[in-house]
């Protein structure tokens, strides 16, 4: 089984600063890579997704990820975030077997954008 | 477009109590729903993944015979904790599946918070 690590629990930043979320995971096969958004008390939004491709990904928001296969990583980045960023963000994976619909979530990463 | 729905958002019950969660693709078609549970500071873990008109494949570790699964038509499934008790307090969410092109892209919905007294 896939395991997600996200290293950060909460992350504070200033607005209109950059910031990197951090999401590394275990599986040596290949694999399909999420990020959500999770503002309080509401359900999960897709940021964005990496299947294939560019290892470059853009999402909405202003947010891009890079998926790294040397590092199994794929951190989140926003090189100016606001206010509104503020929410628990979710690094997702899935394998690309025939179980490509399961996904495992890493333990979320709180952003706080502080004024 | 792609938005689910959770009904009801909050439940308190007695323990011992069943309790059943709706969820709802409003917008489009759902072969496939999955169940979770989020416990506090951690991640979703995946309870049970639900096939229209067939059984529920349970996750390792998850009872089925408490954690009733029905997925009766392909834009509506339900979730029954049966005889609940204070441990089963969480918040529970569900996804639905959409297929677009080399993998499906889950939708959320909302979430229902549990809580057993």
């Known amino acids: 089984a896939q395991s997600v690590t996200q290293l950060d629990s909460q992350v504070p930043v200033f607005e209109e600063a950059p910031v990197e979320l951090r999401c590394n995971y275990s599986?040596?096969?290949?694999?399909?890579l999420f990020w959500y958004v999770q503002y309080p008390n509401q359900g999960l939004q897709l940021l964005l997704k990496y299947l294939s491709g560019s290892t470059l990904v853009k999402g909405i928001n202003g947010f891009e990820a890079e998926f790294n296969k040397s590092q199994t990583s794929f951190h989140l980045r926003k090189p100016s975030v606001h206010i509104s960023d503020t929410a628990e963000y979710f690094c997702a994976v899935s394998d690309r077997g025939h179980n490509f619909n399961k996904f495992y979530f890493g333990s979320g990463t709180k952003l706080n954008v502080k004024p | 477009g792609a938005v689910v729905s959770q009904h009801p958002s909050r439940v308190i019950c007695k323990s011992g109590t069943s309790v059943k969660i709706e969820c709802r693709s409003l917008?489009?078609?759902?072969?496939?729903m999955f169940w979770y549970r989020q416990f506090p500071k951690k991640s979703l873990m995946l309870m049970a993944t639900?096939?229209?008109?067939?059984?529920?494949?349970?996750e390792q570790g998850v009872e089925k015979d408490k954690f009733l699964i029905n997925h009766a038509s392909l834009t509506l499934s339900t979730l029954t904790v049966t005889s609940a008790h204070p441990e089963d307090s969480s918040f529970y969410i569900c996804?639905?599946?959409?297929?677009?092109?080399?993998?499906?892209?889950?939708?959320f919905g909302p979430g229902t918070r549990l809580t057993v007294l």
């Open positions: 917008d489009f078609q759902a072969t496939t």
């Open positions: 599986s040596s096969v290949s694999v399909y």
């Open positions: 996804s639905a599946s959409v297929s677009s092109g080399l993998t499906d892209t889950q939708y």
């Open positions: 639900s096939n229209e008109g067939s059984k529920a494949t349970y």
